[in-house]
C-alpha cells in the first residue's frame, strides 16, 4: 500500500537555526498537509497546501514558518529560526480527494536546544 | 479550531474486556475518523465515517456517527494486549483545506 514518507525521522538543531522537513505524500494525491505534536498532547493542525498554494493554516503557522512543493514528489515545511517550542512531532499528510480520509507519515521529530 | 471533547483520557483494561471512547463536538463536521498512534509514530486510520447515524466495523471495532454530526463513539471488544496506544477521534471539516481537528486522545492500556 502507498504510503506518505518523511525525512529525517529524528532532527536535532540549534535555537534559531532553519531547518527544513520533508516529506513524498502518495504519488496521487492532491491535497497536503503539516501536522504537529507536543509531546504528550493532541495532534494540531498547520496548514493545508492545494493545487500549488496554501489553502488554509492554523495561528500556529506564522511567519517564521513557510511550505514549499518544489517538484511534483516533495512537499516541505521550512521553520526559519527555530525556538525551543517548535520542538515537537511533526506530521505530513495526504489525501486525494477532498473527502477521503488523512493517510500520516510516521512523522519527524523535531528537538531545538 | 474546533474543539473536540474525547472521553475518556485514559483507560486500563485487562485482556479480553470491551472497551468504549467517545468524542463530542459543539460544530458539525462533514467526516470522522478514528485513528490509533502507537508511541514514535503516525496515526493510523481506523475507520472512517461519512454519514449521519452510520455504524462501521473493522474487526473488532465498530464506531458510529452521530445522527447529528456533532459526536461519534468507538468501541473495541475482547481487547488484547496489541491493542495498547493512544486513540484519537478527528473531525474533517467541509472547506478547502479539508483539515482535521484531533481530540485530545484517549490512552489505552491493556494487560494480560
Known amino acids: 500500500e502507498p504510503e506518505v514518507t518523511q525525512t529525517p525521522s529524528h532532527q536535532v538543531t540549534q535555537m534559531g537555526q532553519e531547518v527544513i522537513l520533508r516529506c513524498v505524500p502518495i504519488?496521487?494525491?492532491?491535497?497536503f498537509y503539516w501536522y504537529r505534536q507536543i509531546l504528550g498532547q493532541k495532534v494540531e493542525f498547520l496548514v493545508s497546501f492545494y493545487n500549488n498554494e496554501i489553502s488554509e493554516k492554523s495561528e500556529i503557522f506564522d511567519d517564521q514558518f513557510s511550505v514549499e512543493r518544489p517538484d511534483g514528489s516533495n512537499f516541505t515545511l521550512k521553520i526559519r529560526s527555530t525556538k525551543l517550542e517548535d520542538s515537537a512531532m511533526y506530521f505530513c499528510a495526504s489525501i486525494g480527494q477532498g473527502d477521503s480520509p488523512l493517510h500520516f507519515g510516521n512523522g519527524t521529530r523535531l528537538t531545538v536546544t | 479550531g474546533q474543539q473536540l471533547n474525547q472521553s475518556p483520557q485514559s483507560m486500563f483494561i485487562q485482556e479480553g474486556e470491551d472497551v468504549s471512547m467517545n468524542c463530542t463536538s459543539s460544530?458539525?463536521?462533514?467526516?470522522w475518523l478514528w485513528y490509533k498512534q502507537d508511541p514514535g509514530e503516525g496515526p493510523v486510520l481506523l475507520i472512517a465515517l461519512y454519514k449521519a447515524g452510520e455504524l462501521t466495523s473493522n474487526g473488532r471495532l465498530t464506531a458510529q456517527f452521530g445522527t447529528t454530526r456533532k459526536d461519534s463513539f468507538l468501541n473495541i471488544s475482547a481487547s488484547i494486549p496489541s491493542d495498547v496506544g493512544i486513540y484519537f477521534c478527528a473531525g474533517q471539516l467541509l472547506n478547502p483545506g479539508y483539515a482535521l481537528n484531533f481530540g485530545k486522545g484517549t490512552s489505552l492500556l491493556v494487560t494480560p
Open positions: 460544530s458539525i463536521f462533514n467526516t
Open positions: 504519488s496521487n494525491h492532491l491535497y
